[in-house]
């Protein structure tokens, strides 16, 4: 019993929720990213290129048979991935370089001034005292 306690505690920590979520995340944004490639940006640069749909680039390795397959080296697949890949580092990158702009912003407001300690407070009573007299 004591290991699902333990195992409840770690589950329901703040770092690993927000990892999950992050997890969650990104797997819809790379969707997003492999459909704004495939669908948007992809088709306009193969018809700058004379119509060439880049998914379907390919060098045939084999053949195929009556009883295999053709083996094709897909490397118009692999630009497409490469692609989509550049475009998730950059969004990335952006939200990174965003959010350390905002902790430097909060590192430079200045902090206010510490609270005066025990000691402080004291001989700050006796001056008053002694200015009383």
């Not at 004591?2 to 409840?8: N, V």
């Not at 979520?21 to 459909?35: H, L, W, Y």
């Not at 630009?79 to 912003?105: D, E, R, W, Y």
Request: no cysteine.
């Amino acid at each position: 019993m004591g290991m699902l306690k333990e195992f409840k505690t770690f589950a329901m920590k703040g770092n690993v929720m927000d990892m999950a979520i992050g997890i969650i995340i990104g797997a819809a944004f790379g969707k997003i990213v492999s459909s704004l490639v495939g669908d948007v940006i992809m088709p306009p640069i193969g018809l700058l290129l004379g119509g060439t749909d880049f998914s379907s680039l390919a060098i045939m390795l084999k053949e195929g048979t009556a009883d295999t397959e053709a083996v094709m080296l897909n490397y118009g697949v692999f630009i497409n991935t490469v692609i989509n890949f550049l475009i998730i580092a950059f969004s990335i990158f952006i939200v990174v370089k965003g959010i350390n702009s905002m902790k430097k912003k909060e590192e430079e407001k200045p902090a206010a001034p510490p609270a005066p300690s025990k000691e402080e407070i004291l001989l700050a009573e006796i001056r008053d005292e002694l200015r009383k007299k």
